[in-house]
């Protein structure tokens, strides 16, 4: 069975340090990963993802990725956060032979200036 | 470019009663999926759409039912409502290319059952 664990329910900032949300991953077949952002009241909002090749991957907003096979981990990290950032940040799974996300539980991310 | 449209946008309904939400996917997008998002969860799946026909479904009873139409739109039923049904239903469309084409998710039904 798949399953995606977020490590940490709610992270906290100061505007311009760095962020790092964990996401970590159980999978029997090669991952697709996903990282989306939702912000209240909306639907969510795709960052990046990382299906094959080069397993840093460069989102939006300046964000990015790394898939560590060796770690099963797939950590979402911004070098200096921005008060736009705060907002709710899943990291996803599904794999070659389907489309289904499977999510995790979510992590709130709160800017402080 | 029309994103995915979802509505209503709240609903509240009472316990026993059915509920209809409704999906406008993007323009050029052929596929739909349903996410069940219960409050501090991740959105969970319910089922996806291709060609008018059921195509998967994830671990939700019989009583949540869905349509697709020619025109790709969708609607989510859910008949005999309970109180942990509340929830944020979302509604993703896709292009669907066979390897994992991104979804783009609307904005969400909120139903709270009373």
């Known amino acids: 069975a798949q399953s995606v664990t977020q490590l940490g329910s709610h992270v906290s900032v100061s505007e311009g340090a760095l962020v790092l949300l964990r996401c970590n991953y159980s999978?029997?077949?090669?991952?697709?990963l996903f990282w989306y952002v939702q912000y209240p009241n909306q639907g969510l909002q795709l960052l990046l993802k990382?299906?094959?090749?080069?397993?840093l991957v460069k989102g939006i907003n300046g964000f990015e990725a790394e898939f560590k096979k060796s770690e099963t981990s797939f950590h979402l990290t911004k070098p200096s956060a921005h008060m736009s950032d705060a907002a709710e940040y899943f990291c996803?799974?599904?794999?070659?032979?389907?489309?289904?996300?499977?999510f995790g539980t979510g992590t709130r991310l709160q800017v402080f200036p | 470019e029309t994103g995915v449209t979802q509505s209503p946008t709240h609903l509240i309904k009472t316990r026993g009663q059915q509920v209809t939400l409704r999906c406008s996917s993007q323009?050029?997008?052929?596929?739909v999926s349903w996410y069940q998002q219960a409050l501090g969860q991740g959105p969970q799946f319910i089922f996806q759409?291709?060609?008018?026909?059921?195509?998967g479904r994830g671990n939700f009873p019989p009583r949540f039912s869905g349509l697709q139409f020619p025109n790709y739109s969708s609607e989510l039923n859910v008949n005999a409502l309970e109180l942990d049904d509340s929830a944020l239903y979302l509604c993703a469309s896709s292009i669907r290319q066979g390897n994992n084409s991104p979804l783009h998710f609307g904005n969400g039904t909120r139903l709270t059952v009373t």
């Open positions: 759409y291709y060609r008018e026909e059921e195509n």
């Open positions: 996803a799974l599904s794999s070659y032979n389907t489309d289904k996300l499977i």
């Open positions: 999978s029997s077949v090669p991952p697709y």
């Open positions: 323009s050029g997008h052929n596929t």
């Open positions: 990382y299906t094959t090749g080069a397993t």
